[in-house]
């Protein structure tokens, strides 16, 4: 009796790396094992680009809250103490 194999399976595999890997150029785009390489490492990059995505932002942040605070007469812990009050009366 001949080997079964679960092709309907892995054919879905291989065709949701290969959408995955649309764009890319030449090879990664086009043979599955290097396509399955390419898209690994670009999940990894994008958890990586993800977490300094959100550090750059707070540093961002810290840097405009300190400018505002600057332009005011008074101490940053008042200017943080009314950022709430000021956005929960905008809605």
Known sequence: ??????????????????KKAKGFWGARGKLI??????????????????????????????NRINAAARTQPYMLIVLLRTIPMITCFDM
Not at 1 to 18: H, T
Not at 36 to 57: L, M, N, P
């Open 33 to 62: 094992t290097v396509a399955k390489h390419s898209v690994d490492k670009a999940g990894q990059h994008a958890y990586k680009h993800r977490k300094t995505k959100k550090r750059e932002f707070r540093a961002l942040w810290n």
């Open 1 to 18: 009796m001949p080997r079964s194999v679960n092709a309907v399976a892995s054919r879905k595999r291989r065709k949701r790396i290969l």
